[in-house]
């Protein structure tokens, strides 16, 4: 929510009228890895529409928004990197808990 506050207080410093009545959907995951996987796709997303953004604020030197969509990017890149981390873990320890399973049987 921080990054709309922030946006929507510098397009009303630019005088212009915020859009807000089109959030993007809501993806709701059954599981954990489809929780973090929605949210790694939404961020994945952002990071795109950041970048065009970024490129859109440089056309007219406007670097004061560029700085913020900047800031904002940086963010959104370590939320998605984080998600990324997270869904690996989760496929190690699966993993981890299949071998442990086998190896237990295994020994019986």
Known sequence: MHYAEWLIQRIIFLERTPV???????????TVPDMIGHDQEAELAGIEAYNAAIALAHEPRDQASADLL??????????????????TRIEQMVLEIHIANQTMGAAG
Not at 20 to 29: A, E, H, L, W
Not at 70 to 87: N, Y
């Open 20 to 30: 807000v009545s089109r959030p993007n959907p809501i993806q709701i995951g059954q």
């Open 70 to 87: 900047t800031t904002i990017l940086k963010m959104a890149e370590g939320h998605g990197d984080w998600a990324d981390k997270e869904r």
